[in-house]
């Protein structure tokens, strides 16, 4: 069975917001390694069309290793994408979901191949509050801009995760990897 896995960048004081920080050469290849070894992505409207910026450097890479790596990555790796307003995509290796989320969650949950990725805030929220998130990866930003939109906004329910291990990059950013703890200590 394929894990899902939240993978998102945040500030220091909790807020998602890509627009904020400023990804190195070492995190573009983290993340250009997390995307070679994934399966799919899923993505709500506003992060997909956030991440179009890559679209074209893939096509016309701009020089700089870590940042046409990623574009390739990005370009290459099936999305899947959760809009109520998008009629299309545009990106050949993108495509619209058919069926509400958590049924096609679990049905590619289901299915072989590689691990699940979800990269964006509210489907992280959404799958969180449907207990279908197996592994959190939160890389956290050393900075504090003290508004926008917060990671886990609108939880209701107490969810704990235990810590499996961490990331640090020479930019100060880290990475926690946390799992579900066990229900019986929810």
């Keep these: 069975m394929r894990k899902i896995v939240a993978a998102i960048n945040m500030t220091l ?25 994934a399966g799919v992505i899923l993505y709500g409207r506003i992060t997909y069309q956030l991440m179009q910026y890559w679209q074209p450097l893939a096509k016309n890479p701009s020089g700089e290793k870590s940042m046409d790596d990623f574009a390739r990555a990005i370009d290459k790796i099936p999305k899947i994408v959760f809009s109520h307003t998008l009629k299309n995509v545009e990106w050949d290796s993108a495509r619209l ?8 969650v679990s049905e590619l949950k289901q299915q072989p191949g590689k691990d699940i990725f979800v990269g964006s805030r509210s489907l992280i929220i959404q799958l969180l ?5 197996d592994e959190y990866q939160l890389c956290v930003h050393p900075v ?5 939109l917060p990671l ?13 291990h961490t990331k640090t990059f020479n930019s100060g ?6 799992k579900r703890a066990n229900p019986e200590h929810k």
């Design 13 to 37: 004081d909790g807020f998602c917001d890509h627009t904020v920080i400023t990804p190195d050469e070492e995190i573009h290849q983290h993340y250009t390694e997390l995307l070679r070894n």
């Design 97 to 104: 979901a058919t069926q509400p989320i958590e049924e096609m």
């Design 129 to 133: 509050k449907l207990n279908l998130i």
């Design 144 to 148: 504090v801009v003290g508004k926008g």
């Design 152 to 164: 886990f906004e609108n939880i209701t329910d107490r969810t704990i995760l235990q810590l499996l």
């Design 173 to 178: 950013a880290i990475i926690l990897y946390y």
